[in-house]
């Protein structure tokens, strides 16, 4: 079993940055493991937003965020974390950080269902 915790989220003005923070506990991941990250705002649907292979070799990233987000990994602190920058009003939402204790291969990282673990989430606030 996997517990997940995500931290970091808050209020920012368009243009700033945030960064957030997901420690997982319970079950350590092999290097084939996979973390990430979802968003979903209200009244819309749950939106891939980054992932990164355990090893940290492989990362993935919506065309939303690319460019602007970086997803990063410190396995000593089992703790994945997503750097958001030049944040946009679009960019808020509730974040919630996923696991998968296995490979997610690559036709499925955008796929929620490929998870089994997801965290309660953290607000994110975009407004001036």
Do not use: H
Request: hydrophobic letters at 35%.
């Amino acid at each position: 079993q996997v517990q997940l915790a995500e931290s970091g989220g808050g209020l920012v003005q368009p243009g700033g940055s945030l960064r957030l923070s997901c420690a997982a506990s319970g079950r350590t991941f092999n290097n084939g493991g996979t973390m990430g990250w979802f968003r979903q705002a209200p009244g819309k649907e749950r939106e891939f937003v980054a992932v990164i292979r355990w090893s940290g070799t492989s990362t993935n990233y919506s065309d939303a965020v690319k460019g602007r987000f970086a997803i990063s990994r410190d396995s000593a602190k089992n703790t994945v974390y997503l750097q958001m920058n030049r944040l946009k009003p679009e960019d808020a939402a509730i974040y919630y950080c996923v696991a998968a204790t296995e490979r997610v291969i690559l036709s499925r990282v955008r796929d929620g269902e490929a998870y089994g673990y997801w965290g309660r989430g953290t607000q994110v606030t975009v407004s001036s």
